[in-house]
């Protein structure tokens, strides 16, 4: 364990212990595992998501935005599936030299997200490293038995919806490395916020179950997401990018220099959730978005792939084949 810290029992006795919140089967974070009850009629799903420092976040993030983020993803997957959140377990492995101070204010980002989106952490594991700091969350949800949202279930014909806004993500990326020029400082720190904590869009998901067919969480682009829908639903897509929703300060940033919409489509990070469903839906989904204060935007349609089209094929409202090319982040 790092100098600075204390041992690693204490570390989770009075750091970690906290965020079990008394879920009786977590133990307090005092025995070898946590036992989850199978809720009757709901499947479990699970998801992990690990991140890294220098490849998911920068090491200089704030520690409260890279617990926020660890827990988001995968609670944005969770979401994605329609599932709703149950319990996380947190693997951290801490560069040597890691301070108390760091420490708590990890811990006062999981809190305050577990606080926000509800469920407890119910167990992990804390190691030393010599290497760069990694947080590795599992996620644990429930979802009626075979309810769970897909990939692979869109048909054609069906609309594509997306909710929130799009590019913010990208955008804080680059606003994070000093890029984007002299934006307005407002505008800046929207990006950064939005880069650095996303919002896993959980109401959003379980309630789509029996409304949607398909449905993916935007983490590699809005493009190459939807890309993924096609693939595994065998359809292609055809998207009118004058519906793509964006935030304000993103629409300025188009609308003047050095932005175009492609970038934002193509851009990462979104942790917005994009699904199909029938048309005959379109009216439900829009009171439901109302319901839950989120806008939900459709952006196009699914259509029956077309000859010698290739798999996953995305065009614009003028017939365009959109490309992610490189810009979508590859790990290998
Ligand atoms: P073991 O050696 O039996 O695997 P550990 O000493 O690693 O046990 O962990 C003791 C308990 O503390 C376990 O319940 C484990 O789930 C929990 N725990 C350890 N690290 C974390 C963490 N980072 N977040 C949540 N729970 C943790
Ligand atoms: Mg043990």
């Not at 577990?114 to 760069?132: I, K, Y």
């Not at 939005?194 to 590699?220: C, K, N, Q, W």
């Not at 929703?245 to 193509?266: F, Y």
Request: hydrophobic share 45%.
């Amino acid at each position: 364990m790092a100098a600075d810290l204390p041992g690693e029992f204490e570390i989770i006795e009075r750091f970690f212990s906290p965020l079990s919140k008394g879920v009786s089967g977590a133990f307090g974070l005092k025995d070898d595992a946590a036992v989850l009850d199978c809720e009757a009629g709901r499947d479990f799903v699970v998801t992990t998501d690990c991140l890294v420092s220098g490849v998911h976040f920068l090491a200089d993030d704030p520690p409260g935005s890279i617990a926020h983020k660890a827990f988001a993803v995968n609670g944005s997957d969770l979401a994605a599936m329609g599932a709703k959140a149950k319990a996380y377990t947190l693997a951290l492995a801490l560069p040597k030299g890691t301070t108390e101070a760091w420490l708590i204010d990890f811990i006062q980002g999981i809190s305050a997200f577990l606080d926000r989106f509800g469920a407890a952490l119910v167990g992990g594991d804390t190691v030393a490293t010599e290497g760069p700091l990694t947080a590795s969350v599992t996620a644990i949800g429930t979802v009626g038995i075979g309810q769970a949202l897909t990939r692979s279930a869109a048909k054609p014909g069906d609309a594509i919806f997306v909710s929130g806004t799009i590019g913010d993500g990208a955008l804080g990326l680059r606003a994070a490395r000093g890029g984007l020029g002299d934006l307005p400082a407002y505008a800046r720190a929207f990006f950064v916020d939005r880069y650095r904590r996303p919002t896993p869009r959980l109401e959003l998901g379980h309630r789509l179950v029996g409304f949607a067919s398909a449905a993916i969480d935007i983490s590699d682009g809005l493009l190459a997401d939807l890309e993924h829908i096609c693939r595994c639903s065998n359809v292609e897509a055809r998207i009118d990018l004058g519906h793509i929703p964006l935030s304000e300060p993103a629409k300025a940033l188009v609308s003047g220099a050095g932005v175009d919409i492609d970038e934002l489509i193509s851009g990462g990070d979104d942790y917005e959730l994009l699904f199909t469903a029938p048309p005959e839906m379109v009216g439900e989904i829009s009171d439901l978005a109302e319901e839950i204060g989120l806008p939900i935007s459709r952006i196009g349609v699914t259509q029956q792939r077309g000859e010698g089209q290739s798999v996953g094929t995305v065009i614009d409202e003028n017939g365009r084949e959109l490309t992610h090319g490189e810009i979508g982040y590859r790990h290998f």
